[in-house]
T-cell receptor, first 116, second 114 residues
């Protein structure tokens, strides 16, 4: 069965610190997709990244970077030089059904608070 | 930029009443989803819908729930007889084929059952 574990419930950092949010997943499939979503205090879900299981290259987008390691079934998310606006709940998610209807299985989320 | 819209943003209803949550997915998308998030908890899949029928549903999606695409633009979630435990944020999402399979989420409808 598919499962996503975000062991860090809450993280608090001071602005400009780097922070890494952990995500560990379980799946029986060899083909799957991993996602990160951001949920700011306003409540909407903002898509950040999608990565398929065949692409293990790390990705960087501005201050955000993602480290995908199949060997450890992890898809960690790092924010460099954090800012107050990064304060949100971050969800990691997994989908085992690419190519059509994709049910997303979410982790419980990590609440990040960036203090000025 | 196209976006998923949901109405109402907040719905308050009494236990036992029927509610309909409405969503307008992105126009060229073909897959539609409902998720719910009980306050402070994770987002949970309810149902996916494709080609005018349910593709998959979770254990949460029991006989009290139904979905419909009544016309070419709307996608609705109906709860026939609401319970207190149905209080949650309900998110609609849509995704396309041949693109990046990203699910775009609407802003959510907060349902409060009293």
């Amino acid at each position: 069965a598919q499962k996503v574990t975000q062991a860090q419930t809450e993280i608090s950092v001071v602005e400009k610190e780097d922070v890494t949010l952990d995500c560990v997943y379980e799946t029986r499939d060899t083909t799957y997709y991993l996602f990160w979503y951001k949920q700011p205090p306003s409540g909407e879900l903002v898509f950040l990244i999608r990565r398929n299981s065949f692409d293990e290259q790390n990705e960087i987008s501005g201050r955000y970077s993602w480290n995908f390691q199949k060997s450890t079934s992890s898809f960690n998310f790092t924010i460099t030089a954090s800012q107050v606006v990064d304060s949100a709940v971050y969800f990691c998610a997994l989908s085992e059904e690419p190519g059509g209807s994709e049910k997303l299985v979410f982790g419980k989320g990590t609440k990040l608070t960036v203090n000025p | 930029e196209p976006e998923v819209t949901q109405t109402p943003s907040h719905q308050v209803t009494q236990m036992g009443q029927e509610v309909i949550l409405r969503c307008v997915p992105i126009s060229n998308h073909l897959y539609f989803y409902w998720y719910r998030q009980i306050l402070g908890q994770k987002v949970e899949f309810l149902v996916s819908f494709y080609n005018n029928e349910i593709s998959e549903k979770s254990e949460i999606f029991d006989d009290q729930f139904s979905v419909e695409r009544p016309d070419g633009s709307n996608f609705t979630l109906k709860i026939r007889s609401t319970k207190l435990e149905d209080s949650a944020m309900y998110f609609c999402a849509s995704s396309g084929i041949g693109t990046s399979y990203e699910q775009y989420f609407g802003p959510g409808t907060r349902l409060t059952v009293t």
